[in-house]
């Protein structure tokens, strides 16, 4: 098959779910106002909430969102083969992700900008919402933790992408200024930066960067760490216009350049895919497709980690609720084109079906890696280019998502401290709430061993963890528009696929976990397990309420 016939069907599928199953789900499920006050605006401080530009926000919201999660799910998915991965991520986006990640961000709106957890307690009870909250921090941990990992071994195996990755801070605070400070429209400030961009990159592939082999006993990879969480730190606090909306609007530019550059290559070279679409030859180990497929590719298809963004920043910051559609279903969107870019480069990017057998010769062995790899020869073969400059621009990509993920993602974790403290009627500050979130991701990170590698310790139950949060997340919308009498259906059927093969991954999980003897995963499965069966019960019950005639939950008008 050519990888051609796959970019062009794909991309025709997710054009024609925004154009049109958005447009219904606007109109006649979520029923968006132009005429709404948003918590932006109704609680504008200059900080968290702020009114902003939808091609702005929609950067921040998808480059949240994306990190590295929908290259390094689908790259490693396609051991399997490449339908079941191209199926669930085209099919995920525009019936599960779009309407997920676009109704958590209506939900949160609707409810003064409340997060999904807080919301919980609202539409659910304070015992479901407790327990949504002890789901919610330990996916963050992961997340904090483990893409920490994973920027710094892109950093240390590719130290050409050292300058453009952490020049990139200095645009966006440039960005940040021309744009806010000096009030001067999106056209110039935009040239400016994705050509600053590109710019670092090229400067960045002619002077690699390499960290001292040991200082104080710790290795490249565990300083790269300590930098990282550091930066996401002071990232985290700063009023969110200052970098995280002109950074994150900014890579949001660079990869749509970068995943035109990457199509254009594929229209050009016209690659074959040498990967089977059905592998019925797996290496020894190899999980059953049913039901990890829907865990292993969780971004680019749909994964709870967006709620949270949705809800916890992007909805503090909508200037209009009817940008929802564009900011929430489209970000699922331009998320489902970055993983479709991935499949591509980790089935087509490769010269022989022996090629490729060599790189996927166990389970997980293909990841970010192999898309770099795959997607260098792609940008080498459209254009010419040397194949290390492509390398460096898609790992320069995949190292901006991900840092722009720690940096949402330690934010988020400082609102679930608040939020919990609230409940606990105990007050925290902005810097002590961020200290403590980022003493718990050093001390994952740090607990196994001075490599800083503790975050993939539990990195195995971060899919189902996903997935399931997805699914508590529609819990909570499917009660919304109940109470309100509107069709859930839409909502109510992702659920019910969503969860119950979340439950089936994290059972198989428990077993694989018990015979390795691995008691921590097995004990974090079982708590997780228990407390997802627990809201799911709530939610439940709650549903029922709703269509008893409970009064609708009230929200703003």
């Known amino acids: 098959m050519s990888a051609v016939t796959m970019l062009l069907f794909g991309l025709a599928m997710l054009a024609g779910g925004y154009l049109f199953y958005s447009r219904f789900i606007a109109e006649r499920i979520y029923r968006l106002d132009p005429d709404f006050r948003t918590p932006a605006h109704e609680f504008r401080d200059g900080v968290d909430y702020v009114p902003t530009n939808k091609f702005v926000l929609w ?179 700063l009023p969110v216009w200052v970098l995280l909306q002109p950074r994150d609007y900014i890579n949001g530019l660079q990869l749509f350049l970068g995943l035109g550059l990457l199509y254009g290559a594929v229209l050009i070279a016209a690659p074959d895919v040498v990967a089977p679409a059905l592998n019925q030859n797996v290496p020894a180990g190899t999980p059953s497709l049913l039901p990890l497929l829907f865990v292993t590719i969780a971004c680019g298809a749909i994964s709870g980690f967006h709620g949270l963004v949705a809800s916890g920043t992007s909805s503090k910051q909508l200037d209009k609720e009817t940008d929802a559609r564009f900011v929430g279903y489209g970000g699922s969107v331009g998320e489902g084109m970055l993983a479709l870019a991935a499949i591509i480069c980790t089935t087509a990017g490769f010269a022989s079906l022996a090629d490729w057998e060599a790189i996927y010769s166990k389970f997980g062995a293909g990841s970010v890696g192999a898309f770099v790899q795959g997607g260098g020869s792609i940008l080498s073969a459209g254009y010419g280019m040397s194949t290390q400059l492509g390398a460096t621009m898609l790992a320069v990509m995949a190292i901006l998502f991900a840092a722009t993920t720690m940096d949402t993602g330690l934010r988020l974790q400082r609102y679930v401290i608040q939020e919990a403290a609230e409940v606990a009627g105990v007050k925290v500050n902005v810097v002590f709430s961020t200290l403590l979130a980022l003493g718990f991701c050093l001390a994952l990170a740090f607990g196994a061993g001075a490599d800083g590698a503790g975050g993939m310790v539990i990195w195995p139950l971060f899919g189902t963890t996903n997935q399931l949060l997805a699914g508590l997340t529609l819990s909570i919308i499917s009660v919304i528009l109940i109470r309100q009498g509107r069709p859930a259906w839409f909502t109510a059927v992702p659920l019910a696929f969503l969860l119950t093969m979340s439950v089936f991954a994290l059972l198989v999980q428990l077993g694989q976990f018990y015979r390795q003897e691995n008691w921590l995963l097995l004990g974090m499965d079982i708590v997780i397990l228990l407390a997802a069966l627990w809201v799911i019960f709530e939610a439940a019950v709650a549903m029922s309420r709703g269509t008893k005639g409970v009064p609708a939950i009230e929200t703003e008008v």
């Open 59 to 237: 950067g921040h919201h998808f480059t949240s969102v994306a990190g590295a999660a929908p290259i390094v799910g689908p790259a490693i998915a396609v051991i399997w083969g490449w339908g079941p991965a191209f199926v669930w991520v085209i099919f995920g986006t525009i019936f599960f992700a779009g309407v997920h990640d676009f109704g958590a961000l209506w939900a949160s709106v609707r409810n003064k900008g409340k997060s999904i957890g807080t919301l919980t307690g609202n539409v659910i009870g304070a015992r479901a919402r407790n327990l949504f909250l002890v789901v919610i921090f330990l996916l963050l941990l992961m997340v904090n933790a483990a893409f920490a990992v994973v920027i710094s071994n892109l950093l240390v195996s590719t130290p050409t992408a050292v300058i453009p990755t952490w020049g990139a801070i200095l645009v966006a605070l440039v960005i940040g200024q021309l744009i806010y400070r000096y009030k001067m429209g999106l056209l110039w400030p935009s040239i400016i930066g994705v050509v600053a961009l590109y710019s670092l990159i090229f400067i960045g592939s002619s002077f690699p960067i390499e960290l001292p082999a040991s200082v104080l006993g710790l290795g490249p990879r565990s300083q790269w760490i300590l930098l990282l969480f550091l930066y996401a730190g002071i990232a985290s606090m």
